[in-house]
């Protein structure tokens, strides 16, 4: 097992390369199903990454800090090295259930144990469970994007007002209160919604957003729907009140604008990576100011004011 | 390693072992520790393990048994005490309404707890690079730039701290 074991490490290693190509995922699969206990291994890292995701932010810093601390009170204590980890049970758990989610500003990419890939925008929670006859990505909030991998088992989204069929995909579902949007970049979804018994086939190039008993029309997608993926908010002619709520999405706290400039027009691409680059870019181009109570309260207002 | 002999009668054994080497243990970590009191609780929470582990009976070597124990203990001691003021001093920069509940700061606590333990054994170059990379969610290159190494050490290092972890989850 040790040997597998490495094995699906050095896939893994290879798969969350920036510059991984289709080929290496192709043989991935191949080598993911030429033999069950590969999916085994597979799983084990899963579930590895699953308990480093529950780490809080900053996680990384808080530990190596506490090293550092704990080496030099260590240090008298020379006989204490060594002496191997306890209990670590408690950590398991079931093997193909796992959930993942992103804090407000984060967002995340994951290889699932078919080889479907799922972006996590900002503030966003999912429960994957894959059985012998299903795959089900249950969407409990916020917003993803799967990159359907082939599979014969059907994979489907689930929100709180019905479920979302993929036909070979690569479509984005966000949940809000009472509404889900479904974007389709590639192939075909079919969206049942939860009280109505017809279903409804989405084609590449459109959204639609649904409630528990009614769909809305649909709509071609705004070209640049999905560029969050990339970190990247773009926006042709918008208003300037809907840039914010976008921008307010990947921020904690407070984020909004005063009446009198929400109506201001523009276009632009921001990086969500740092809201504040993308505020400051916003004062620069129009008239308006940031004002800034805390780092957590921020509201743009027009620049006149004193 | 098997010091341990006989099974039956554990109380019996833990009486003994408690009435002939609490004294002991108790100086043993106090040696170790410039806290009586820590030194006090730890001793008992040796004890408590042993009880737990149900295998007093009889002991070849009884106070290298306790003293591996206690030796655990120490160390996870100064684990928690080190994380804890760590991640309050984290908490401290935060701006003030963010205050997670006790709950959540516990909960917060052993994970760290649990990620440290595991992370126990890794070299200082594989434990930061993993954590760049597994906690900070750093692509490789940008973990390559900020640790001041290649790529290519980045995606040996990543695979051996993966490896290491994957295998404490056999033992």
Redesign the interface.
């Given at each position: 097992?040790?040997a597998i074991?490495?094995d699906?490490?050095?896939w893994?290693?290879r798969l969350?390369?920036?510059d991984v190509d289709e080929a290496t995922r192709v043989q991935w699969q191949a080598w993911y199903a030429a033999d069950n206990r590969h999916a085994e291994?597979w799983a084990?890292?899963e579930?590895?990454?699953y308990?480093?995701g529950?780490?809080?932010r900053?996680?990384?810093?808080?530990?190596?800090?506490?090293?550092w601390?704990?080496r030099s009170?260590?240090k008298a204590?020379a006989?204490?090295l060594g002496?191997?980890?306890?209990?670590?049970q408690g950590?398991r758990v079931s093997p193909w259930r796992a959930d993942y989610w992103t804090r407000v500003g984060?967002r995340?990419q994951l290889t699932l144990a078919d080889g479907t890939r799922l972006d996590l925008n900002t503030d966003s929670r999912v429960d994957v469970v894959f059985d012998a006859g299903q795959r089900l990505i249950q969407l409990r909030q916020g917003e993803i994007l799967v990159d359907t991998a082939q599979d014969p088992r059907p994979l489907s989204v689930c929100t709180a007002e019905g479920d979302i069929l993929a036909l070979g995909a690569r479509f984005s579902v966000r949940q809000d209160a009472g509404v889900s949007h479904v974007t389709v970049a590639t192939q075909a979804v079919e969206v049942q919604a939860k009280r109505m018994s017809q279903r409804l086939r989405i084609d590449t190039g459109y959204s639609l957003s649904f409630t528990a008993d009614s769909f809305g029309p649909l709509r071609p997608m705004e070209p640049d729907a999905q560029a969050w993926v990339q970190g990247m908010l773009v926006s042709v002619d918008w208003r300037l009140g809907d840039v914010v709520q976008a921008l307010a999405r990947y921020r904690?706290?407070y984020l909004g604008c005063s009446k009198e400039v929400a109506g201001l027009r523009l276009s632009g691409a921001f990086n969500l990576d740092d809201t504040n680059v993308a505020l400051a870019s916003l004062e620069d181009a129009l008239p308006i100011r940031v004002r800034r109570m805390?780092?957590?309260w921020v509201r743009l207002e027009p620049s006149g004011l004193g | 390693m098997s010091t341990v002999v006989a099974d039956g009668a554990a109380h019996m054994g833990l009486e003994t072992l408690y009435r002939e080497h609490s004294g002991w243990l108790h100086g043993w970590l106090r040696q170790r520790m410039n806290n009586a009191a820590d030194a006090a609780d730890l001793a008992q929470d040796t004890f408590i393990r042993v009880l737990l582990a149900r295998s007093a009976g009889m002991l070849n070597e009884p106070r290298h048994y306790l003293a591996t124990i206690a030796r655990g203990l120490v160390i996870d001691l100064y684990r928690r005490r080190s994380l804890e003021s760590a991640y309050l001093q984290a908490l401290a920069q935060q701006p003030e309404h963010y205050a997670p509940s006790a709950e959540t700061r516990a909960a917060v606590l052993e994970t760290l707890m649990a990620i440290d333990r595991m992370l126990d054994g890794l070299g200082e170059r594989t434990r930061a690079i993993f954590l760049a990379v597994q906690l900070d969610g750093l692509s490789y290159e940008k973990a390559a730039t900020r640790l001041g190494v290649s790529v290519s050490t980045v995606r040996k290092h990543l695979a051996r701290g993966l490896m290491h972890c994957l295998l404490i989850d056999d033992a």
């Open positions: 097992m040790k074991l490495a699906a490490v050095n893994y290693v969350h390369d920036s291994a084990r890292l579930q590895l990454q308990r480093l529950n780490a809080p900053g996680a990384a810093q808080t530990l190596q800090a506490a090293r601390d704990r009170a260590v204590l006989l204490l002496v191997g980890a306890v209990g670590w950590y984060e995340r904690p706290g805390t780092d957590y | -």
